[in-house]
Nanobody
Framework: VQLQASGGGLVQAGGSLRLSCAAS????????EGWFRQAPGKEREFVAG???????VYADSVKGRFTMSRDNGRNTVNLQMSSLKSEDTAVYYC????????????????WGKGTLVTVSS
């Protein structure tokens, strides 16, 4: 199983970025996917998740600003990030698991390498 995140970069506060995660080696439509992030000196935290049927859940800190979607035909998930703040600066990781009742890091089976998002104020 491979998860490849892309789309990170440098953006000014208030700007937007779109992250993508391409999956291979798994029956993508049967997996839930999540985005997590880790800021310097902080623990990894949940950002957004999407179920295999497309239901989404977001951390309170990103509700109304981030939108997660999935394209089962392309085996990808996307995270549209808007109204970015300096506190959104982090390495963003995509992760997948076939099931789970929580969106904790420990509940995810597969992880991609992260992509760095830097928001300048």
């Amino acid at each position: 199983v491979q998860l490849q995140a892309s789309g990170g970069g440098l953006v000014q506060a208030g700007g937007s970025l779109r992250l993508s995660c391409a999956a291979s080696g798994l029956t993508f439509s049967g997996y839930r996917e999540g985005w997590f992030r880790q800021a310097p000196g902080k623990e990894r935290e949940f950002v957004a998740g999407i179920s295999w049927i497309g239901g989404t859940v977001y951390a309170d800190s990103v509700k109304g600003r981030f939108t997660m979607s999935r394209d089962n035909g392309r085996n990808t998930v996307n995270l549209q990030m808007s109204s970015l703040k300096s506190e959104d600066t982090a390495v963003y990781y995509c992760a997948a698991s076939p099931d789970g009742s929580t969106w904790s890091s420990s509940s995810m089976n597969y992880w991609g390498k992260g992509t760095l998002v830097t928001v300048s104020s």
